[in-house]
């Protein structure tokens, strides 16, 4: 006799899989949930306590969503899959803290062909890991199968996180004021932004990812797949002495900061002034890429920015230091002379640089307009040292 398949099954939907994963993930989701948390995991929705914010004057909720975009292509082909979580927690709950919220919850969603219980949680161990970092619940969550839809292999995270803020503490453009100090924040490597373009690069050069790099001291792929710095401990430490913090993800440092400066004003950024890691000189040798295409790409070894009045740059460098973290000034923000010209977003002033020698003498630049924000400009000037 036939041993019988359930129809959902036999579509390529493995439901026990599912129950499996959930086990093996259980107890590093559990260490996330603290006394706040009402119910534990495999609940249909998840909650929190919020009573304390009765004690707001006026609470504002800050909410963010974001993915791990292709370096879980790097992930599947190096068979590791307990970092990228942090990347994930990392894009999500990064974003919130920049506007000095205090996250209260994050969820996750995982896509994929096929569940393999042992990689899915793996996926959701990186996960809760960095959310027990940071301090915040891993609430829910939701692994779906799509079979037919996904190769076997495949498999996409996303996240969301919802924190607070006291009205009158929220930092941003706002708060910004001539004369601040633009203060650099060091980034763990790449972060999770350009890989498309990373991928592309290595794959044309050949390199494989097990390649043994001596700027790195270690693989491409181990360099490649170095999680995101979790910097909202840090941010929510000195948000009291910071005007706002601009997260250094897609689009690169001056188009990130611009959407933090005020109209009417304009952060001047010195490129020597950064010291470019290893991994991004790399990357930009090996692919012959223009300067303006990389730092429009990538964070260039700066993932967090903080833009302060200067008499608070001492205590949040050395806050910055104690939680294992280079900072260091980078530029200020001053009245923008030239506001009433009409600047134009990503104008170039000069020639365009070039692919070359680190030092290549690169291209003045004023950024302005972009995601979606029509506020103050970014100059960025001189050469990466």
Not at 259 to 277: C, F, K, L, W, Y
Not at 309 to 332: L, R, T, Y
Request: with cysteine; aromatic share 4%; net charge negative.
């Amino acid at each position: 006799m036939k041993e019988r398949v359930s129809a959902y099954a036999a579509a390529g939907v493995d439901t026990e899989a599912g129950d499996r994963a959930v086990e093996l993930m259980k107890a590093a989701v559990g260490r996330t949930l603290g006394a706040d948390v009402v119910g534990g995991v495999g609940g249909f929705a998840g909650m929190v306590d919020a009573s304390a914010l009765r004690e707001f004057q006026r609470p504002l909720l800050a909410t963010s969503t974001d993915g791990v975009g292709t370096k879980i292509a790097i992930a599947r082909a190096l068979d590791v899959h307990d970092t990228i979580g942090q990347d994930l927690v990392g894009m999500v709950v990064d974003d919130i803290a920049v506007v000095g919220a205090r996250p209260l919850l994050m969820t996750d969603y995982i896509a994929c062909g096929r569940v393999d219980p042992e990689r899915i949680a793996d996926v959701v161990r990186g996960v809760a890991r960095a959310c027990e970092f940071v301090g915040v619940p891993l609430l829910g969550g939701e692994t779906a199968e799509h079979p037919g839809l996904m190769a076997p292999d495949d498999y996409d995270v996303a996240g969301a996180a919802t924190g607070v803020v006291e009205a009158d503490e929220a930092l941003g453009p706002e708060r910004v004021e001539a004369g601040d100090v633009v203060l650099a924040i060091a980034s763990s490597g790449l972060h999770s932004n350009g890989y498309s373009l990373v991928r592309r690069i290595v794959a044309e050069s050949g390199w494989p990812l097990d390649r043994d790099v001596p700027e790195f001291g270690r693989t491409l792929g181990e360099e490649l797949l170095e999680p995101t710095r979790l910097y909202s401990p840090l941010c929510l430490e000195v948000s009291g002495r910071v005007h706002a913090f601009s997260h250094v993800t897609g689009g690169g440092l001056a188009a990130n900061l611009a959407r933090v400066v005020p109209a009417g004003m304009r952060a001047s950024i010195d490129r020597s002034s950064i010291e470019v890691p290893a991994v991004f000189s790399v990357v930009r040798e090996l692919g012959g890429v223009a300067w303006e295409d990389l730092e429009d790409t990538l964070n260039m070894g700066v993932g967090m920015v903080a833009v302060l009045a200067e008499e608070e740059v001492d205590a949040v460098v050395a806050a910055s230091a104690a939680c294992g973290c280079a900072a260091w000034p980078i530029g200020a923000v001053a009245e923008d002379v030239d506001a009433g010209a009409g600047a134009a977003s990503r104008a170039l002033a000069g020639s365009a640089a070039g692919p070359g020698a680190l030092r290549a003498a690169a291209s003045e630049r004023v950024v302005a307009g972009t995601k979606g924000v029509h506020g103050g400009t970014v100059r960025v000037f001189g050469a990466y040292s």
